[in-house]
Every structure is written in structure tokens, then in C-alpha cells.
């Protein structure tokens, strides 16, 4: 029989029922579902010739998404040009490493990568093939399975696909916010407003009716402000 | 619907409305006793509750500040005996200290005293100066020269002769004279040795008197601790709050110290542990930090605890001395290790933050800057990472007075919410009381019509019927006349059976009043 007015044996059962505590403890934070908190974001420009011009924006847009992923976070850059359902659409990927010291050089190599693309671009596409770029971007993050999945849509939204290509299909954005950054009014659209209201609204319909969020920043600025990525 | 029932018995709502009012004047009229009955009985049934929990309620206060007064006396009595005997051991180091060196002090004494007496002896022992030799030289000097040159050239070789002598005495006995001086000249250091040796032993008798004092006042608030006076509840009271407010203060400058430390390892801890792992919410690299920073702080309270400087742990206390230093040197030398790798995790993190900065400045567009200074703040980090943890060891002294006030401190809480709730109670249950006398007197407001009339018809009743009340009051009056006498007999009891039968008279005549019905009326 054990002795309770005993102190040592006192003090040994209220040891042993903290311990109980703590091992309880530790396994309901075990059942528990962890929760992803890794982000991806693609980042999509156009580089048709209405479009071209608009190239600083990407690398500021990609600047500002370098400043903001962490580690375990995945980043890619990829162009909508003819044809943009192809791997050599895309300009750079990378998942950032646990250790923040080699995340911030693969950071370092990543703008270098993106920076280069740039400056070596000679010759904008006649086509835009926005659909086959929405479908390589959502494959991408499909792949890297995020918390978080953030598009990137620096383009006029003006589709023009050439006739060769089927990009009548389902987009299939189911968790991924679209978010369409600096669309550019074309010199139609100044003859017509609503065609380019239009343009917006269908692309909106077209994502939210795939399964995404939509959301349009015009203003680089603003995106930071918006709480985009936070 | 409620113009419906207005209108029910005339078109016109003015008459109907007259109808309506004699019907419900009537109705309230006739169930008057039964619904004073039913105010006053619920008043006083809510009022008798709640006086009854309020009774329950002050007898748990009471076993509230009982239990209170109990811990802080044992609380008091314990600090008072670690007093005493902590000014027990001073006296007792001074007395080993001090007191045992006496005979030597004594022997010293004794010695410089006989030195001075023999010096002292020394330099009165002094020849004076023959008074005969004036004399002589006077005699001398008025001798009548009778104009004999033998003569007087005899006389003037005696005056010589006698000067020479008397220089010679005169310079021996000042010779003499400087020859004291001289002695007592080499008794001012032993004087001064003297009064040093005294000053010694004043400082030390001084130094026990103190302590004397301080242990008497111990052991005044002792005695008047073990007899639980309140002066001594209150003191403990008051000390205990005052207590409390300090190391609450201390605790949570402690805390700010923790954040600080927290902020300065859980940045590179992510290189450690991986920056994309989560335990919950929570990244694993900040639970990691808050780890190292808990057991520095519990390293602290065991180092403390083996130093006895706190009594938190029955079971270090009750160690061994060899065990404890063991285990005082095993938890010094984990902090001294914990200490150096924060202040290496604070040098990474300056690493890691320029690193940071600099791709900043890059994806910014901005050229780096170079700093000539830089080297100040890495410093800064390391020494602030291997003070921190010494600083936050110290935690447990503020830590074990706080968890001993704070007993002091619920039981006072718990004792505001115990009166609290008391005087509510009470609020309440005369609040329901007082309420149900307005109600019955708000009842009887609708219905002062038929109680005007009442009024009337009795009156008349009254009038008409005189001669049937007298005997009554003749018959009343021999019980009025017992019941005097016996008040003229016990002053004391008749004042408080005629209070208390004023008490039930009124209640009674409230509740005589209810059966009355209307047959009656």
C-alpha cells in the first residue's frame, strides 16, 4: 500500500502526473493535422507586343515576391508568348531551402536568373496564349502542393491565340488566387471602354467559375497594401 | 385585436373604456387579499432566502479570513524565525570573531597600561633645584667689599666659584627636565595604541548591542505573531501586498528580459531546426528558442536553490551539502553553456540580418553601403546573448515571493468576492421586500375606490354600533394593565419583547389584513 502523507512519494506522484500532462500534451499536438504553411506564388508575364514594353514590372513584381517568400517557400517566373504551355516558358523556379543563409542566396541567384531573361529579350511574340500560361502556372502549383497559391497575371488580358492551339478547357483553379497585376488599356479600348471592362469581367467569370479567387491590382504599390502574400 | 376588445361592449371606446375599468377595479378588488398575499409572501420568501445565503456567505468569509490570517501568521513566523536566527549567527560570528581575541586585546592592555605607569613614574621622579643656592648667592652678592683687593679679589673668586656651581646645577637639572619630557614624549604611542585597542572594542560591544536590539524587535513581533494579534496580521498584510506589487514588477521586467532574449536567438534558430517547420501555430525554430530560454531560467532556479538563496524545491532543500554543490556546479556550468551558445546564436544573427539587408538592398535596386562601425552592435549581441541567461537565472528570487504573496493576495480577492456577493445578496433581498410593500400599496392605489367606500360603509358600521365595542375595551383592559406591570418589572426584557413584539405585530397585522375578504369588507 503506498504511503500518500509520505512526502518524497507525494512529490514522486505529482512528478509523474506532470509528466502524464506533457506526454497528453504532446500527443493531441500530434493528432492534431498539421498545417501547411509553405506559399507559392508564379509569377506570368506577357511578352506579346502589345504587352513587351511592361518587362520593369515583372522584375519589380518578382523583386517584391523575393522580399516577401521565406523558407519552404516556392517561387517561379514564367512568359506567355505563342505558344505558353511548355517547360521553356518557364524562366526560373526554385523552393527556398529551411536554412534562411542558403534561401537568401538561392534569392540571390533566382534574380540574377530573372534579371538576365530580361536583358536578353530581343523579340516579343505576335500571339498571346494566356490560357496555355494560367495552365502551366496551375501545374506548377499543383506540383509544390502550398498552403498557399498565388498567380501572378502581369498581362493586358487581350488573348490571342493562334489557330493551331485547343485552349477550350476547364482551368481548374480550385485554391489558387489570380491575382491580375497592371493590365494595360490597349488603343481599342480607349474607342470602347467597355471592351476592356468586358475583357476584365470574362477573365474574372472564367477563374472564379474554375475554382479560383480573382483580384486586380493595378498599381504595384498597392499589392503590398492589399495584404497580397502577408 | 386590442381595439377589438376595447370596443367589445359599446361602439363608443370612452364608455367601453369606463366598463373595462369597473370590471378590472372590481375583479382586483375582490382578489386584493389573495394577491397581497402573494406579493408580500414572495417578497418576504426572496428577502428570507437571500438573507440565508447571505448568513452562509459570511460564515465562509469568516473561514476565508481565518484560513488567511493562519498562512500569513505561519508565513510570519517562519520569516521571523529565519530572522532570528540569521542575527543569532552574526552574533555569534562576532563574539568567534572579535570576543576571542579578547585575552590577547586584554594582555595588551594590561602591557601598555604598566608602560605608561612605569614612564609615568619615570618622569615625575625629578631633582629640584636646591633653594640654598639663592641664598648663597645673595649672601654673597651683598658682602661688604671693605677696599681690600685680596679681599674683594677672594670674594669675586667665590661669586665665581658659586655661579659656575649654580650654572652647572641649573643645566643638570634641565637636563633632567628634557630627560621627562623625553619620557613622556614616547607615551603618546602607546596612548594612541590604547585608544586604538578601546575604539576596537567599543565598535565590537556597539556591533552586538545592535544585533541585541534587532533580535529583541524580532522577537517582539514573534510573540505577537504566536498570540495572532492584528497588529501583526495587518503588518504581514501589508508587507505581503507590498511584496507582491515588487516582484510582480520584477517579474515582468524579467519577462521584457525574456522577449528581448527570445527576439535575439529565434532568427538563427531557424538555420538550427529548419524555418519551415511548425509545431501547431508555431514555428518549431520559436519554440526552440522559448526552449533554450526555459532552461536557462529553470538552470537558474535549481542554481539558486542549490545556493539556498530560494526554498521553491523540497527536494534540493533537503539534499545533502556535497549533493548540492554537485548539483549547483552541473546547473552553473549548463547555463555558462547555454550562455555561449546564444551569444554565438546572437553573433549569427547579426550575420543573418546583414545578409538579409544586403539582398534587401538588392532586390531594392540599392548599392550596400559600407559601415565603419558595424562591429559595435555585433559586440553588443554577443555580450547581451551571454548576459541575458545569468540575468533571467535570477528569476527565482523574484518568482518564490511572488508565489508567496500570491496566496495572500487570492485570499484577499477571494475574500472581495466573498463581501461583495454578501452585500448584494442582502441588497437584493431587501430590494424584494421593500418592493413587495410598493406593490401592495401600488395595488391598492387602482383600487381606492372601493376601498374609499369600504372605508365609509365601516365607519357607518362603527357609528351605529357603540355601545357593543365598550365592553370589549373593559375586557381588553385587565391584560393591558398584566402586561404594564410586567414591563414596569423587567425594563431590560420588556423594551426587547415589546421591540420584537412590534416586529411580529406589524407582520401580523399585514398578514391579519390578508384574509380579509370581500364578504367581510
Known amino acids: 500500500m503506498i504511503d500518500v502523507t509520505n512526502p518524497k512519494i507525494r512529490v514522486a506522484l505529482q512528478g ?47 523583386n517584391y515576391l523575393l522580399s516577401q517568400l521565406d523558407t519552404g517557400d516556392s517561387l517561379a517566373v514564367g512568359f506567355i508568348d505563342n505558344s505558353s504551355f511548355t517547360e521553356r516558358n518557364i524562366v526560373a523556379q526554385v523552393t527556398f531551402d529551411e536554412r534562411p543563409s542558403v534561401a537568401s542566396q538561392q534569392k540571390r541567384v533566382f534574380q540574377r536568373r ?62 489558387v488566387q489570380v491575382v491580375a497585376i497592371n493590365v494595360k488599356r490597349q488603343r481599342s479600348d480607349n474607342e470602347n471602354p467597355q471592351e476592356y471592362e468586358q475583357r476584365l469581367a470574362s477573365w474574372e467569370k472564367r477563374v472564379e467559375e474554375n475554382g479560383g479567387r480573382w483580384a486586380m491590382v493595378n498599381n504595384m504599390e498597392r499589392l503590398e497594401k492589399r495584404g497580397v502574400l502577408r | 385585436m386590442f381595439t377589438d376588445m376595447l370596443t367589445i361592449w359599446s361602439a363608443s371606446p370612452a364608455l367601453s373604456l369606463a366598463i373595462w375599468l369597473v370590471i378590472i377595479i372590481t375583479l382586483l378588488y375582490a382578489g386584493r387579499p389573495h394577491a397581497h398575499q402573494l406579493l408580500r409572501s414572495t417578497g418576504r420568501a426572496i428577502h428570507g432566502t437571500l438573507r440565508v445565503a447571505s448568513g452562509s456567505i459570511r460564515q465562509l468569509e469568516e473561514r476565508v479570513i481565518k484560513r488567511n490570517n493562519d498562512v500569513l501568521l505561519a508565513q510570519g513566523r517562519e520569516e521571523a524565525e529565519n530572522a532570528i536566527e540569521r542575527e543569532f549567527v552574526r552574533v555569534n560570528t562576532i563574539v568567534e570573531r572579535d570576543l576571542s581575541q579578547y585575552p590577547v586585546l586584554h594582555r595588551k592592555l594590561t602591557e601598555t597600561l604598566d608602560r605608561i605607569e612605569s614612564d609615568y613614574h619615570n618622569s615625575i621622579e625629578n631633582k629640584p633645584l636646591p633653594p640654598a643656592w639663592q641664598e648663597v648667592m645673595d649672601t654673597i652678592k651683598n658682602l661688604p667689599s671693605s677696599g681690600d683687593p685680596a679681599v674683594a679679589n677672594i670674594l669675586e673668586n667665590i661669586k665665581e666659584v658659586v655661579e659656575n656651581s649654580h650654572e652647572q646645577t641649573l643645566k643638570a637639572y634641565q637636563d633632567d627636565t628634557n630627560e621627562r619630557h623625553g619620557i613622556l614624549k614616547s607615551m603618546r604611542p602607546e596612548w594612541r595604541s590604547l585608544n586604538q585597542n578601546m575604539q576596537k572594542v567599543q565598535q565590537t560591544i556597539t556591533g552586538l548591542e545592535d544585533s541585541a536590539k534587532t533580535i529583541d524587535r524580532r522577537m517582539d513581533e514573534y510573540e505577537s505573531m504566536r498570540k495572532g494579534e492584528n497588529k501583526a ?232 354600533a357603540p355601545q357593543q365595542r365598550e365592553p370589549e375595551v373593559t375586557e381588553q383592559a385587565p391584560e393591558a394593565t398584566e402586561a404594564k406591570e410586567g414591563e414596569k418589572r423587567k425594563p431590560g426584557k420588556a423594551a426587547k419583547s415589546q421591540r420584537r413584539r412590534k416586529e411580529t405585530d406589524e407582520s401580523e397585522l399585514a398578514e391579519a389584513e390578508l384574509p380579509l375578504t370581500t364578504g367581510e369588507a
Open chain 1, 114 to 175: 530573372v534579371t538576365g531573361f530580361m536583358e536578353n529579350f530581343q523579340t516579343p511574340s505576335y500571339h498571346s496564349d494566356i490560357t496555355g500560361g494560367v495552365l502551366l502556372a496551375r501545374d506548377y502549383l499543383e506540383q509544390v502542393d502550398a498552403g498557399e497559391k498565388h498567380l501572378f497575371l502581369l498581362s493586358d488580358l487581350h488573348e490571342d491565340v493562334p489557330p493551331r492551339l485547343e485552349r477550350d478547357m476547364k482551368l481548374n483553379l480550385s485554391d
Open chain 2, 233 to 464: 496580521v495587518n503588518a504581514l498584510t501589508s508587507s505581503s501586498l507590498t511584496q507582491f506589487f515588487i516582484s510582480s514588477l520584477v517579474l515582468t521586467i524579467a519577462a521584457f528580459g525574456g522577449i528581448i532574449n527570445f527576439h535575439l536567438i529565434a532568427m538563427p534558430m531557424a538555420e538550427m531546426v529548419g524555418g519551415n517547420s511548425y509545431i501547431g501555430s508555431m514555428p518549431t525554430s520559436d519554440i526552440a528558442a522559448l526552449v533554450i530560454i526555459m532552461v536557462e531560467i529553470t538552470m537558474g532556479l535549481f542554481l539558486l536553490e542549490a545556493l539556498q538563496v530560494t526554498k521553491l524545491f523540497p527536494v534540493i532543500r533537503n539534499l545533502d551539502d556535497r549533493m548540492r554543490k554537485y548539483m549547483g556546479i552541473a546547473a552553473l556550468t549548463i547555463l555558462v553553456i547555454f550562455a555561449g551558445i546564444e551569444s554565438s546564436l546572437a553573433y549569427m544573427r547579426d550575420l543573418l540580418a546583414l545578409d538579409r539587408e544586403a539582398l534587401a538592398g538588392s532586390l531594392a535596386g540599392a548599392e550596400a553601403a559600407e559601415s565603419q562601425f558595424r562591429w559595435i552592435p555585433s559586440i553588443g549581441q554577443m555580450m547581451l546573448g551571454f548576459i541575458l541567461p545569468f540575468a533571467l537565472a535570477f528569476v527565482g528570487i523574484p518568482l518564490e515571493s511572488f508565489m508567496h504573496s500570491l496566496r495572500t493576495v487570492l485570499g484577499l480577492v477571494a475574500l472581495g468576492v466573498l463581501r461583495t456577493l454578501r452585500v448584494t445578496l442582502r441588497l437584493i433581498g431587501g430590494f424584494s421586500n421593500h418592493l413587495s410593500k410598493m406593490l401592495v400599496n401600488l395595488y391598492d392605489v387602482f383600487i381606492m375606490v372601493p376601498l374609499s367606500i369600504e372605508r365609509m360603509v365601516k365607519s357607518r358600521l362603527d357609528a351605529r
Open chain 1, 16 to 62: 509523474l502526473r506532470l509528466i502524464t500532462a506533457v506526454l497528453l500534451s504532446l500527443l493531441l499536438f500530434g493528432c492534431a493535422e498539421p498545417t501547411n504553411h509553405s506559399r507559392a506564388a508564379f509569377v506570368l508575364m506577357d511578352i506579346s507586343d502589345s504587352y513587351a514594353a511592361e518587362r520593369d514590372q515583372a522584375r519589380r513584381l518578382t
